[in-house]
C-alpha cells in the first residue's frame, strides 16, 4: 500500500476531501497557490477541450516525457514501493502507478480541474499542499521519488534537493526531468517559470554534491521552434526523439541513486 502520512494540521477542502496544506506555502512564478478554483464556466470549457489538448499533448506535446518516466518507474516497482512525486502538476503520473498502491504526490499550487479528474479516477490518491524546500514527511520514507520540470522553477534548489534527500530512503531511487538550459528552446528566450538554467553535466555535478549518484542519463524532446496556429496560438512541437545535436533536445532525464548512513528500518524518525 506505502500510503505515507503528510505532517500537517491544516487543510483545503475540494468536493468534501480535505486536501492536507502546509500554512506557509510560497507563490508560484505566476503568484498562484493552493487549489485553483475555476469559474463553473471556466470548468465546463475545460472538460469540453481536454480531450483536444489530450490529444495534442500525446501527439506533438511532452507526454514523451510521461511515458519514459513511466517506463523506469514499471522498471523499479516492487511490491512495497513507498512513491512520491515532487511538484506532481497535473498529476499524470499516476496511471503508472499500480491500482492497489498509493500515488503520493504534491505540489504548491494544484488545479482545480486536474485534481477533481485525480479524485475520481478510481485510484488511490494521497495529495498534499506543500513546498518541496519544506516537504511534511518524516525522514527516509520512501524508496521511489520523481520530479518533473520543477526543480529548474525553485529558486532554493539547495533546500529542495536536501529535502528530497532526507526523505528518501537509503538506497532509494531519485528520478528527475528538468529543461535542458542549453537548448534552442530555453537559451536566450524569456520562460518566466525557470529561475535555473543547467547544462547536461552542470545538473549532475549538483545533484552529486547533495548526494545523488547517478545511475542512467539521456536528453530527449528534439524541439522545433515555436509556430503560431491560425496565426494566432503558439504551438511548440517536439518529437520524443534524441537529437544528435544536443541544442535540439529541450529535456534532461536522470536516474539517481541516493546515498545516505541513516538506517531505513528505524520507525522512530521524525522531520529534522
Known amino acids: 500500500m ?30 498562484a497557490s493552493g487549489i485553483r478554483i475555476d469559474s463553473p464556466g471556466r470548468r465546463a470549457l475545460k472538460t469540453i477541450l481536454w480531450p483536444l489538448f489530450s490529444l495534442r ?36 503520473l499516476r496511471k503508472y502507478i499500480p491500482r492497489d498502491c498509493y500515488y503520493n504526490a504534491f505540489d504548491i499550487s494544484l488545479s482545480e480541474f486536474h485534481l ?29 521519488i520523481v520530479s518533473v520540470s520543477t526543480l529548474t522553477s525553485i529558486p532554493d534548489i ?42 547536461f553535466d552542470e545538473f549532475r555535478e549538483l545533484a552529486a554534491h547533495h548526494g545523488f549518484e547517478c545511475v542512467k542519463a539521456h536528453m530527449g524532446g528534439w524541439w522545433f521552434p515555436c509556430r503560431k496556429l491560425f496565426g494566432i496560438i503558439p504551438v511548440n512541437w ?8 544536443p541544442s535540439k533536445n529541450a529535456y534532461l532525464f536522470y536516474m539517481f541513486n541516493v546515498g545516505k548512513n541513516a538506517d531505513p528500518t528505524s520507525k522512530d524518525v521524525t522531520r529534522q
Open 2 to 31: 506505502s500510503k505515507l502520512t503528510w505532517d500537517l494540521s491544516e487543510y483545503a477542502v475540494l468536493e468534501n476531501r480535505q486536501i492536507p496544506c502546509a500554512s506557509n506555502l510560497p507563490k508560484r512564478y505566476d503568484d
Open 57 to 92: 499533448h500525446e501527439l506533438i506535446g511532452t507526454a514523451f516525457i510521461e511515458r519514459a518516466l513511466g517506463r523506469w518507474i514499471r522498471e523499479l516497482w516492487r511490491k512495497d514501493t513507498a512513491f512520491l512525486e515532487v511538484g506532481c502538476g497535473n498529476m499524470a
Open 116 to 144: 477533481r479528474r485525480a479524485l475520481h479516477d478510481n485510484r488511490r490518491i494521497n495529495i498534499a499542499l506543500a513546498s518541496a524546500t519544506d516537504i511534511p514527511l518524516a525522514t527516509s520514507v520512501s524508496d521511489l
Open 158 to 199: 539547495a533546500g529542495a534537493l536536501a529535502e528530497i534527500h532526507r526523505v528518501a530512503k537509503p538506497g532509494a531511487t531519485f528520478l528527475c526531468v528538468i529543461h535542458n538550459g542549453t537548448s534552442d528552446k530555453y537559451i536566450g528566450r524569456s520562460h518566466v517559470e525557470c529561475v535555473h538554467s543547467w547544462s
Open 238 to 245: 517536439h518529437l520524443p526523439f534524441k537529437s544528435r545535436q
